[in-house]
C-alpha cells in the first residue's frame, strides 16, 4: 500500500534528503512543501489505501500549514479522503507531543512543565511527613 508514497517526487527536503513521509504503527504523516503536492498524495495515498481494502479515517484525518512554509500562514489545504474535506487545524498532537504550526517548542515546554509541577504536588504529603527519613524522600524523585 505504501507504494504510492515511494513513487512521489514531492516532499520537504530535510537534511538533503526529500522527506514526504513519516510512519509509526498505523499512524502516517505526509509532508509535503505545497498544497497542491498535499493534496495529490493524500489522493494516492487514499485511493491505493481502498485498492487494498483498506478505508483511511477522514474524521481522524487533518491538514495544518507550517509557517516555516508559509509566513502568514493563510493557506488552506482542500485535501480530501473518500470525498470528504479534512479539517485543518492549528495544531495536533503526534506520539505525545502537541506541534503547533508555528513549530517552537514553547507550548510543549510547558505542557510538560506543567505535568511535572502536578506530579511534584500530589507528593507534597509525602514532603511534610516527618516519618519519613529526607534520604528516601529524594529516593523517590
Do not use: C
Amino acid at each position: 500500500m505504501l507504494d504510492a508514497l515511494e513513487g512521489f517526487h514531492g516532499g520537504a527536503k530535510i537534511g538533503g534528503l526529500v522527506i514526504n513521509n513519516l510512519r509509526f504503527a498505523d499512524d502516517i504523516d505526509l509532508i509535503t512543501d505545497n498544497a497542491k503536492d498535499l493534496e495529490d498524495l493524500t489522493e494516492r495515498l487514499d485511493k491505493t489505501s481502498r485498492s487494498y481494502g483498506m478505508e483511511i479515517s477522514a474524521e481522524k484525518s487533518k491538514t495544518m500549514v507550517t509557517m516555516v512554509t508559509n509566513d502568514k500562514n493563510t493557506q488552506t489545504i482542500s485535501a480530501k479522503v473518500n470525498g470528504e474535506q479534512l479539517e485543518q487545524v492549528h495544531s495536533f498532537k503526534y506520539l505525545g507531543s502537541t506541534i503547533p504550526e508555528d513549530v517552537s517548542s514553547e507550548t510543549e515546554i510547558n505542557n510538560r512543565i506543567g505535568m511535572a509541577t502536578s506530579a511534584l504536588a500530589r507528593l507534597q504529603k509525602i514532603w511534610v511527613a516527618k516519618n519519613i527519613s529526607m534520604a528516601n524522600k529524594i529516593n523517590l524523585i
